[in-house]
């Protein structure tokens, strides 16, 4: 009966290349997915039909290929590949009850972790001037005043492009998010239209009081912007991001940089310092403490790098491995 098999598996691929005309490449990948579903029950079945194959067997060989170590994203495709070849099994197959794949789900694919620079990088990041452009002043000060910031209080890019001098109230015109540096901090507005104030710190308020004496010169049109761009425009996310981005790599820094870099570094720092999830997930300006967990894998991790660095267990096990 494996030849019989073998024989569905090879029409159902012919079906893919003459009728749907699949290109080559997609009906070999096809081709070596169900390759593997035939090795997986050859065991299983034996001479057997695929009428004998259940949706606890395709659990199994799901539960299997995870443990090899296959990730989600490729369980999922080879899934949906056995799903299809079932479905057109189904329709000359009459010993086929129902396709024993559907309803089968892939594994969970694991959220990878935000990536955060250490605390000396983000350090040198907000607070050295690029070595491409070391002349530009205006520049210069509207650049660290907005990476001091991103960094200081963990803002979103948009929630950083958003703010007002003050707030406003003028015509069409009422502020979204704006600075307050009497109480040393920032009122933005996030996702779901929730507001937040958020506390500004010491080297980001004198990198903002810098850029408060030299933005009047660059006002047109726009009087309430904190930050405006050379053109005297409101600045926008994307400038922010290419700017970071350039000054990160003026600087040598081992990774992209962009703008959720910083916001991530913030969380995962004061995280790591004052062990308080709530605080963090408040200046975050999450719904949900889960979304603010995360964090504490981050912390997880420079634990384990101390670990493994320091614990002389850790460097006896790493000696003999």
């Known amino acids: 009966m494996h030849a019989a098999r073998r024989q569905q598996v090879d029409g159902y691929l012919e079906n893919l290349r003459t009728q749907r005309q699949l290109s080559k490449h997609t009906v070999s990948n096809y081709g070596r997915d169900l390759a593997q579903l035939l090795a997986l029950s050859q065991t299983l ?46 329709e000359s197959d009459k010993d086929l009850a129902g396709n024993p794949v559907e309803g089968v789900k892939p594994p969970k694919r694991n959220k990878p972790l935000p990536k955060a620079l250490s605390a000396d990088d983000a350090i040198r990041l907000v607070e050295q001037a690029s070595p491409a452009r070391p002349t530009d002043g205006t520049l210069a000060l509207c650049n660290r005043a907005m990476f001091e910031l991103l960094y200081s209080s963990g803002l979103r890019v948009s929630e950083l492009t958003g703010l007002d001098v003050h707030y406003a109230k003028e015509g069409r015109h009422e502020s979204l998010g704006w600075l307050d540096l009497d109480a040393r901090e920032v009122h933005v507005t996030g996702k779901g239209s929730k507001k937040r104030s958020v506390p500004v710190g010491s080297a980001a308020l004198a990198a903002l009081q810098d850029w408060l004496a030299i933005r009047p010169t660059l006002v047109r049109l726009e009087a309430h912007p904190l930050f405006l761009s050379e053109r005297g425009t409101r600045m926008t996310p994307r400038v922010v991001q290419m700017r970071l981005k350039a000054h990160a790599l003026a600087l040598g820094m081992p990774t992209s940089v962009h703008p959720h870099v910083l916001r991530h570094s913030f969380a995962s720092h004061v995280l790591q310092s004052s062990g308080d999830l709530r605080a963090v997930q408040e200046m975050l300006g999450h719904a949900s403490i889960a979304s603010t967990q995360v964090y504490t894998s981050l912390d997880f991790q420079r634990l384990a790098q101390v670990y493994d660095a320091a614990h002389p267990r850790a460097r006896k096990a790493k000696n003999q491995g």
């Open 45 to 90: 079945l034996g001479e057997r039909g695929w009428s004998a194959l259940s949706h606890f067997h395709v659990r199994k060989f799901t539960a299997q290929l995870h443990s090899q170590g296959l990730g989600a994203r490729s369980i999922a495709r080879k899934l949906s590949c056995w799903r299809g070849f079932f479905e057109w099994l189904a």
